[in-house]
């Protein structure tokens, strides 16, 4: 079992920049696969970025490609999302989720093969 805490939303400027955290309990952390999406008000959730379980893959959506970051500490269970240059788009709440996925070498992007998510953490970013 995993349980994952979101952190680091709030409301931004266009342009500016949030580091959201997502902390996990649970001994399969280091052996997940983590991923952030993301859904607005009225949309489908979204695939945005995810780290396989040593880091040494990643993938991300093609609208945040060059602006956001994914990253993982886990000595300290926790999964990062550097997000700079937000835009008022990328307003939504974002989630993190858990695959646990040992060896793996290629990341998902579809929310089905996540097993564990987190409550989401708002981010809006004003114009």
Same mark, same amino acid.
């Given at each position: ?10 409301? $931004?400027?266009?342009?500016? @920049? ?9 001994? !399969?952390?280091?052996? @997940? !696969? ?6 607005? #008000? ?8 995810? !780290?396989?379980?040593?880091?040494? /893959? ?5 609208? =945040? ?13 926790? $999964?990062?999302?550097?997000?700079? @240059?937000?835009? #008022?788009?990328?307003?939504? =709440? +974002? ?9 793996? !070498? $290629? $990341?998902?992007?579809? #929310?089905?093969? +996540?097993?564990?998510?987190? %409550?989401?953490? %708002?981010?809006?970013? /004003? @114009?």
């Amino acid at each position: 079992q995993v349980q994952l805490l979101e952190s680091g939303g709030g409301l $931004v400027q266009a342009g500016g @920049s949030l580091r959201l955290s997502c902390a996990a309990s649970g001994r !399969t952390f280091s052996w @997940s !696969t983590m991923g952030w999406f993301r859904q607005a #008000p009225g949309k489908e959730r979204e695939f945005v970025a995810a !780290t396989s379980w040593n880091g040494g /893959s990643t993938d991300y959506a093609d609208s =945040v490609k060059g602006r956001f970051t994914v990253s993982r500490d886990n000595a300290k269970n926790t $999964v990062y999302l550097q997000m700079n @240059s937000l835009k #008022p788009e990328d307003t939504a =709440v +974002y989630f993190c989720a858990a695959d646990y996925a040992p060896g793996a !070498t $290629v $990341v998902g992007r579809s #929310p089905n093969r +996540y097993d564990y998510w987190g %409550q989401g953490t %708002q981010v809006t970013v /004003s @114009s």
